[in-house]
């Protein structure tokens, strides 16, 4: 494992133990009326969120045994996260189902970065907005992204 990858393994396991139960516990209004900035219930950012720890397992894997620089679907820029979320209507997803699967996708992605081949580090996919963003880079802003979408769904939580 690469050590300086450590701090994201262990924030995205203490996000997954941290928050499973308080998602369990909320109720069908605030999972499903409550609504962000983006018009996003807690359901769809959560289906945001398992549809961005699918894709991002997908390109470390893909950029440690593809051509560099790697062209790879980017599902998060142009409009096509919401047509990720529509097209697999999470509005309408059981909840514990949901729950699970972001749960899972985010352990296993936790332990797909634990395998990083160090010498992949700098491979590079460009995104639709064709910015070059190296494995490392990506790796590095899983977190923060993850986190980012936990704090919109404590401020949903908080509204009243």
């Known amino acids: 494992m690469i050590k300086e990858f450590e701090p994201e393994i262990q924030g995205i396991l203490a996000s997954v133990d941290e928050w499973e139960d308080k998602l369990t516990h909320l109720s069908g209004e605030v999972i499903s ?4 900035s983006q018009n996003r219930t807690i359901k769809q950012i959560v289906g945001h969120m398992i549809d961005s720890a699918s894709n991002n397992t997908h390109r470390i894997v893909h950029l440690q045994y593809q051509p560099n620089p790697l062209i790879y679907p980017d599902y998060a820029n142009l409009g096509n996260n919401d047509k990720w979320i529509a097209i697999q209507n999470y509005q309408d997803e ?4 949901l729950i ?7 352990i296993h992605i936790a332990h797909v970065i634990q395998q990083v081949n ?7 996919w460009i995104s639709a907005v064709n ?5 490392k880079a990506m790796i590095m802003n899983y977190l923060p992204h993850l986190k980012l979408h936990l704090g919109e769904i404590e401020e949903l939580i908080n509204k009243a």
Do not use: C, F, M, S
């Open 118 to 124: 160090p010498e992949k580090l700098e491979h590079e």
């Open 33 to 36: 009326e409550r609504k962000n």
């Open 131 to 135: 910015e070059r963003i190296t494995l």
């Open 100 to 106: 699970q699967l972001w749960k899972y996708a985010n």
């Open 94 to 97: 059981k909840w514990p189902v």
